[in-house]
C-alpha cells in the first residue's frame, strides 16, 4: 500500500488536523481529514502516522510505502535526528510499535508539492472544525 500523511495547525500550537490518503495502487482505498484539537505541528504530523498506521493494519496490508513533506519526523523515526521531546517520544514510540506489525515499512521525504492531497485533507479538517466553533449566534430584539 501507499499512503501519504500530513499534519497541519493554525499557530504552533493551534487548531490542528490530520490528512491521510491511503491507496492500493490506483485506488484510494481511505482518505481522511480529522480535527485532533490543539496541538503543535509536529504533534500532528505524528498523529497522521499513527493514524495511517492504525487504518493500514485494519486493512491487513503487509508492506507500506509511507510519504511525508514532514523532514523532521522523517529524519526522526528513521534514526537521523533524535527525539528530545517527551510528547513527541511517546508518539515516536507508538509509531516503532505500530510499524513492527508489518512486513516492511518505507518512509520517504517528499516535497509539500507532492503530497497535496493529504495537506488539502488535513488542513480541510481544521476548516471545518473552526466552522463549528464558530457558528453565528444571533440576537432577537424585542
Same mark, same amino acid.
Given at each position: 500500500?501507499?499512503?501519504?500523511?500530513?499534519?497541519?495547525?493554525?499557530?504552533?500550537?493551534?487548531?490542528?488536523?490530520?490528512?491521510?490518503?491511503?491507496?492500493?495502487?490506483?485506488?484510494?482505498?481511505?482518505?481522511?481529514?480529522?480535527?485532533?484539537?490543539?496541538?503543535?505541528?509536529?504533534?500532528?504530523?505524528?498523529?497522521?502516522?499513527?493514524?495511517?498506521?492504525?487504518?493500514?493494519? &485494519?486493512? *491487513?496490508? $503487509? /508492506?507500506?510505502? +509511507?510519504?511525508?513533506?514532514?523532514?523532521?519526523?522523517?529524519?526522526?523515526?528513521? %534514526? &537521523?535526528? *533524535?527525539? $528530545? /521531546?517527551?510528547? +513527541?517520544?511517546?508518539?515516536?514510540?507508538?509509531?516503532?510499535?505500530?510499524?513492527? %506489525?508489518?512486513?516492511?515499512? $518505507?518512509?520517504?521525504? +517528499?516535497?509539500?508539492?507532492?503530497?497535496?492531497?493529504?495537506?488539502?485533507?488535513?488542513?480541510?479538517?481544521?476548516?471545518?472544525?473552526?466552522?463549528?466553533?464558530?457558528?453565528?449566534?444571533?440576537?432577537?430584539?424585542?
Amino acid at each position: 500500500m501507499t499512503i501519504f500523511v500530513d499534519g497541519a495547525c493554525r499557530g504552533n500550537p493551534g487548531p490542528a488536523g490530520i490528512g491521510v490518503v491511503i491507496r492500493d495502487g490506483q485506488t484510494t482505498l481511505k482518505s481522511i481529514a480529522q480535527s485532533i484539537g490543539s496541538a503543535t505541528n509536529n504533534i500532528a504530523e505524528y498523529t497522521a502516522l499513527i493514524r495511517a498506521l492504525e487504518e493500514s493494519s &485494519a486493512l *491487513k496490508a $503487509r /508492506s507500506l510505502d +509511507i510519504f511525508t513533506d514532514s523532514e523532521l519526523m522523517f529524519k526522526q523515526v528513521t %534514526g &537521523a535526528y *533524535k527525539v $528530545r /521531546s517527551p510528547h +513527541i517520544k511517546e508518539l515516536f514510540d507508538q509509531v516503532k510499535q505500530l510499524a513492527g %506489525g508489518f512486513e516492511s515499512v $518505507r518512509i520517504q521525504h +517528499i516535497p509539500r508539492e507532492q503530497n497535496k492531497e493529504a495537506d488539502r485533507l488535513a488542513s480541510g479538517a481544521i476548516e471545518q472544525e473552526e466552522k463549528r466553533e464558530n457558528k453565528t449566534v444571533g440576537f432577537i430584539h424585542p
